[in-house]
């Protein structure tokens, strides 16, 4: 037997007696200091602080392996457990094991989909029209504070679209003292995971401080909740917090309790403002350093009205954005463990629970990914072109399930705000300032000031919502087909809203489709929707069509009991997300181009035992005709379809799957 070979030695730099490697981390900026030893060491080595090491990795070929879910878990560990001290099983620092983080995830995924976001988006542009207003008022001659003030528009953003709290921190000087206690509770967290335990011991006043402001930041959130609680019935506004206190856990029928609301709140405030207004500083000082990137993206913004539907169009300030991600993750590492012993990327064995640092900076910087690395270049993530990024090499929101929860709403903020500020303002460095790189429990420019001259007068309106459509809608082109009552059912899995928000519009577009087509609506013949995980056994209506979301890759929560006990017929299949679900993965249909939901509801001539899917991957669907009952499991069943019977709206190619 030919004896294993041995691992590969992995580089470190010489530990000293009790503190190990802590005299090679920079303590005011750890992050910086780490990415010169992966240029130094490589794209593994570790580093030992006292009791414990970790292993910091940087490549794709390591990171992609390392984000292995079914091997591979989130770690708190670091500046995020010594938060757990208040802010304990909130999203952000809970273990993926304890119950409350699940419950919580499936409870707010719908607060942070693609149909809630445009809920958010007047509260959005109240909060940016207050900052630019200020800009405004003070005039060319005055000098911004960049990160100052973004910092105080997350804040009064998130407050009010998660709370309907008003910080109002453009009216006043200081800020509010509940942001000054976070603001301290976040630096000492970050400190004290830079430190060794008897000094934080011994640091007495420093520990008074920090369990003050603990104390503070937990009367307020619990007086926020109180107060809504006591709110009658038809003032509670439908926002994050009305969410927790109303919304039932699909999976356990379980509400929140008080104490998970309150640490929920907190983690919505320290990480939705935070890593937002690092976003938006940084891609401000790239726009001040490439003139022609900045000059492109205000004619793109000058093409659009501040309004939700507009926000899709403003494809070059999302590849601004990006690219800023890219070089300044604003949240820089993902610390993971293993969930047992393995072997990382084949070569490096780990044992159970040790620690792995992906570094975002130095992996974002990978040369065998990325050309000209440390130039700043958003056509990086050009419509195509971004297509060809490989799945791991680009992770500023985390990884897999436990992934930032509240991108899209990140996203639209930083993309509202960045086009607005560009339409409005000519803007350049206050003094020629050369990036300074402020470390906390996120990244920041530090020291960054512009000044901000009028382009064009603005035009302000009291609301963005569009205004109230006619109560006759307009009747579709259409020819004159003959009625047939054919009932329709729409059955739903959604975790985020997406599939439920697709269901109602289609079933509410098949409704109007039926008076159009002058047949008679009847409760047996007209559209019905319902969860899958409460869908009749066994099915009866026909066409049956069924939606359910497949991120991360797996089905949605109200759609594993449904799929656990079968049905016993045929059902219309429509999966919708980055990847299918796996039931479908292994054989496909057909594949085509277009949105084959709103032609379900034309396909009322298919029979019974005939079945019409579409699964949308990244933008395309894949539809088709054919046989499949499924009183067995779909997995042990290929997926027939016969040619003779295919609808005319079914122009199937051969899968690539």
Known sequence: ??????????????????????????????????VELARQLGPIYRLSFGKGSVL???????????????????????????????????????????????????????????????????????????????????????????????????LDTIALCGFGYRFNSYYQNEMHPLIEAMVRMLSEAGSRARRLPIQTTLMLRTQRQYEADGRYLHSVTDELIAKRRRMP???????????MLEVKDPMTGERLDDVNIRYQLLTFLIAGHETTSGLLSFATYFLLKNPDILRKAQAEADRVTPRFEHIAQLGYIDQILRETLRLWSTAPGLTLSPKHDTVLAGKYPLKKRSALLVLLPALHRDPAVWKEPEKFDPDRFAPGVRDEIPQHAWKPFGNGQRSCIGRAFAMQEATLVLAMLLQRFEIWEAT????????????????????????????????????????????????????????????YGSNSGASTAVSQATAKRAAMRQRLLHSTITPASSPRKAPLSSSPRPITASPRTMLASSQPGSPACRTRRWWACG?????????????????????????????????????????????????????TARYGTGSAPLSASPRSRPWTADRSTRSKWCRPRKSNW
């Not at 963005?464 to 082109?477: C, F, G, I, L, W």
Request: proline share 11%; hydrophobic share 35%; with cysteine.
């Open 233 to 243: 019935e038809d003032e509670k506004p439908r926002d994050l917090l009305g969410l």
């Open 432 to 491: 020629p300032y050369e990036l300074v790189v402020k470390e906390a429990l996120t990244l920041k420019p530090d020291g960054l000031r512009i000044r901000a001259r009028v382009r064009q007068p603005v035009a302000r309106a009291f609301t963005t919502k569009p205004a109230p459509r006619p109560s006759v809608e307009p009747r579709e082109p259409h020819h004159a087909v003959p009625g047939h009552g054919t009932p329709l059912l729409l059955l």
């Open 567 to 619: 049905t016993g017929c045929s059902a219309v299949a429509t999966a919708i997300g980055p990847r299918p679900i796996s039931r479908y993965r292994r054989r496909s249909p057909v594949t085509s181009t277009v949105p084959a939901l709103r032609r379900c509801c034309r396909a009322a001539k298919v029979t019974r035992e005939r079945i019409s899917s579409a699964i949308l991957k990244n933008g």
């Open 56 to 154: 910091v990795i940087s490549s794709l070929e390591l990171v992609a392996d390392a984000c292995d879910e079914t091997r591979f878990d989130k770690k708190v560990s670091g500046g995020l457990y010594h938060l757990r001290d208040f802010v304990g099983d909130g999203l952000f620092t809970a273990y993926t094991d304890e119950p409350n983080w699940a419950k919580a995830h499936r409870v707010l995924m719908p607060a942070f989909g693609p149909a809630a976001m445009r809920n958010y988006f007047d509260d959005m542009l109240d909060i940016a029209d207050q900052m630019l207003t200020k800009w405004e008022r003070l005039g060319p001659e005055a000098s911004i504070d960049v990160s100052d003030n973004m910092t105080r528009l997350t």
């Open 1 to 34: 037997m030919t004896p294993a070979a041995p691992a590969p030695r992995i580089p470190q730099p010489r530990p000293r007696p009790i503190v190990g490697n802590a005299p090679d981390i920079d303590s005011e900026a750890p992050i910086q200091s780490m």
